[in-house]
């Protein structure tokens, strides 16, 4: 009988693991879907023009350097794009940066 635990542990570990992965992979995607979203709503795109855009950015964004990008850099590059569509200049753009940043 104790023949069978071990090698029934080992399977609920490997399964576990699995799912620890998949989660994780689960959670980079939400990421991207995230900021590819913001990136397109900050471009005001809309119907198949927003698809199109969807469909590149979720591809292209997997790439090694946005995965490398920490939740602050992309929270950053979405107040960069965001300050840059209203042409924001000078103490405006601080002033928006330093609220956008906080949010």
Not at 24 to 38: D, H, I, L, R, V
Not at 39 to 68: I, V
Not at 76 to 89: E, I, P, Q, R, W
Request: charged share 25%; hydrophobic share 40%; with cysteine.
């Amino acid at each position: 009988m104790n023949a069978f635990r071990i090698p029934l542990f080992a399977l609920a570990l490997l399964f576990s693991a699995q799912g620890f992965a998949a989660s994780e992979a689960q959670q980079a995607q939400q990421e991207k879907m995230k900021t590819c979203n913001a990136d397109a709503t900050t471009k005001a795109l809309k119907g198949d023009e927003r698809k199109a855009f969807m469909s590149t950015c979720l591809k292209a964004n997997g790439d090694a350097t946005t995965m490398k990008m920490t939740p602050q850099q992309m929270k950053m590059k979405s107040c960069n794009a965001d300050a840059a569509t209203k042409a924001l200049k000078g103490d405006e753009r601080k002033a928006f940066m330093s609220s956008c940043l906080k949010k």
